[in-house]
């Protein structure tokens, strides 16, 4: 079963426009949501991350909220830049064995930000 | 940039093969994870290591095992390769949740591997 579903496999916004990623999970236990940004040919690189215990983290253009009445995350971009074209996974965080944080990945959707 | 290196980055293999990727990192972190990316799925963690000679499995592990003989390597290996295990393969490390850290994982830049 997929604990973390992105619905949207792309999204096409206009430069200077708001992005707006949307990410839903089923488990109740996860502590960490994270999203992530992947280029092709390049590993994914780490966005912004935020605690099943609050709502809202800002980091300069990108926001993330969490509403977990609805179990859902979402990711804002404003302004989206043409280099926010990527493909970016919501990720959700389960502690294991030793400490180990195993991350549960979304199926990604594809951003294109057009001029 | 976090130092992980994964070798090789391209390999082209025929079933029933054994295959080996290698993760190698610099950061002295603790974790360290293998996962795979296949359209659709996004990426699925295979196995992943809290220390060394101590590893688990993860939601796709069949077919695949792993070794860290030491904190720095980590390998992954298809004991007979299979068209299902054709996948753009990442390794990830960790240095674990801490003061202000909430344990987000570091990509190398992945291996991808074609099994015909």
């Known amino acids: 079963d997929q604990q973390v579903k992105q619905n949207s496999p792309s999204l096409s916004v206009q430069e200077g426009r708001i992005s707006i990623l949307n990410c839903d999970y089923t488990?109740?236990?996860?502590?960490?949501f994270l999203w992530y940004k992947k280029y092709p040919a390049e590993g994914p690189t780490f966005l912004i991350s935020?605690?099943?215990?609050?709502d809202k983290n800002e980091d300069g253009r990108f926001t993330v909220f969490l509403n977990k009445s609805a179990k859902h995350l979402s990711l804002h971009i404003v302004p989206s830049q043409p280099g926010d074209s990527a493909v970016y996974f919501c990720?959700?965080?389960?502690?294991?064995?030793?400490?180990?944080?195993?991350?549960?990945f979304g199926q990604g959707t594809r951003l294109t930000i057009n001029p | 940039d976090a130092g992980i290196t994964q070798s090789p980055r391209h390999k082209v293999t025929e079933t029933g093969t054994p295959v080996t990727l290698r993760c190698h990192q610099t950061e002295n972190h603790r974790y360290m994870y293998w996962y795979r990316q296949d359209p659709g799925h996004g990426l699925r963690l295979i196995h992943y290591s809290y220390g060394v000679k101590d590893t688990d499995k993860g939601e796709v592990s069949d077919g695949y095992s792993v070794s860290r003989s030491k904190t720095e390597d980590f390998l992954l290996t298809l004991e007979s390769a299979t068209s299902s295990q054709t996948s753009v393969y990442f390794c990830?490390?960790?240095?674990?949740?801490?003061?202000?850290?909430?344990?987000?994982?570091?990509f190398g830049e992945g291996s991808r591997l074609t099994v015909l």
């Open positions: 488990n109740s236990m996860f502590d960490y």
């Open positions: 990720a959700a965080s389960l502690s294991h064995s030793g400490g180990a944080q195993k991350l549960v």
């Open positions: 990830a490390i960790s240095a674990g949740q801490g003061l202000g850290n909430t344990g987000e994982l570091f």
């Open positions: 935020i605690s099943s215990i609050k």
